[in-house]
């Protein structure tokens, strides 16, 4: 079966924009989770959304915001970019917890100008 | 604060020996820890997980061992192939919670 899909893969911007991300899980898996993945912080939670419903976020500002849709598929978007936004935004699926394997997709490279 | 650490950024291992990784804790509601392998341009794949239960997983070339006393658990790959050759992520969550909480990883290069 197809695996975590997310698009755009690559994307570039400049400070002040925002940006949305987009991923489709595997079929039937109604968890998704994101996370930034930089040089020096290693991959970083940012939320995680079950059935629609955020259950967890992580330490991030309010900028970066997501939701998740009636068939799975999850965004994630972020508001006023910053230089520091500039990293490999993964997305993982599963069927519930992500203690039961979470699986990647490929992420989009953000590089913010 | 960081509860998961890889303190090692980088290991070099020739090709046939054993690679052992590490990775410390400190958050002890954490109940369960899975190893990522991941390739550049690639997102991270599952390789092995261990239940606090458990003190020791294995799945072919791939053990686990967990030591909860010292809030500690390590990856041993026997034997070394170049084909292991990626960024290794040790990640970790409890019963209730919904993230996984990442390490930093570590390099892991194997020589032939």
């Known amino acids: 079966k197809a695996g975590v899909t997310q698009t755009p893969r690559y994307l570039i911007k400049t400070r002040g924009q925002q940006v949305t991300l987009s991923c489709s899980p595997i079929s039937g898996h109604r968890s998704v989770s994101w996370y930034q993945q930089t040089p020096g912080q290693g991959l970083q939670f940012l939320f995680e959304?079950?059935?629609?419903?955020?259950?967890n976020k992580g330490n991030f500002p309010g900028r970066f915001s997501g939701r998740q849709f009636s068939n799975s598929r999850s965004e994630m978007n972020v508001s006023t970019l910053e230089l520091g936004d500039s990293a490999l935004y993964l997305c993982?699926?599963?069927?519930?917890?992500?203690?039961?394997?979470?699986?990647f997709g490929p992420g989009t490279r953000l590089l913010v100008l | 604060d960081q509860q998961v650490k890889q303190n090692s950024p980088s290991l070099s291992v020739q090709e046939g020996r054993i690679s052992i990784l590490n990775c410390d804790y400190t958050n002890s509601m954490f109940d369960y820890f899975l190893w990522y392998k991941k390739y550049p341009a690639e997102g991270p794949t599952f390789l092995i997980s261990i239940s606090s239960i458990k003190d020791k997983n294995e799945d072919g070339r791939f053990t686990v061992f967990l030591n909860k006393s010292a809030k500690h658990l390590s990856l041993h790959i026997v034997p070394s192939q170049p084909g292991d050759s990626a960024v290794y992520f040790c990640a970790a969550v409890w019963q209730a919670g919904t993230a996984l909480i990442f390490g930093k990883g570590t390099t892991l290069s194997v020589s032939s």
């Open positions: 959304y079950f059935s629609e419903t955020q259950r």
């Open positions: 993982a699926s599963s069927f519930d917890k992500p203690q039961e394997t979470q699986y």
